[in-house]
């Protein structure tokens, strides 16, 4: 499995209109000049919030995998 990547980009009117204009994970709504997150893997934009939460967890789930893959 592979960690997951994002993309960090400043949110604009076009990524806004024409891909979604709320986070995926919590449905928060998304303004022009915000930094959103392009969730790689998963194809979907996260909020910082989300963003945060959800490297944090990927942060501790690939030490355990490499762990486990190398050992
Ligand atoms: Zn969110």
């Known amino acids: ?3 997951q990547c994002f993309v960090d980009q ?3 009117k076009d990524i806004l209109l024409r891909v979604t204009s709320v986070c995926a994970e919590c449905y ?3 303004k022009v000049g915000e930094h959103i997150y392009y969730d790689l893997q ?3 934009y996260l909020c910082h919030n989300c963003y945060d939460k959800q490297s944090t967890a990927t942060e501790y789930n690939s030490e355990e ?3 486990g ?3």
């Open 42 to 44: 998963n194809y979907r």
């Open 65 to 67: 995998e490499e762990g």
């Open 1 to 3: 499995m592979n960690a």
């Open 10 to 12: 400043v949110a604009t």
């Open 28 to 30: 928060d709504g998304l």
């Open 69 to 71: 893959l190398f050992a």
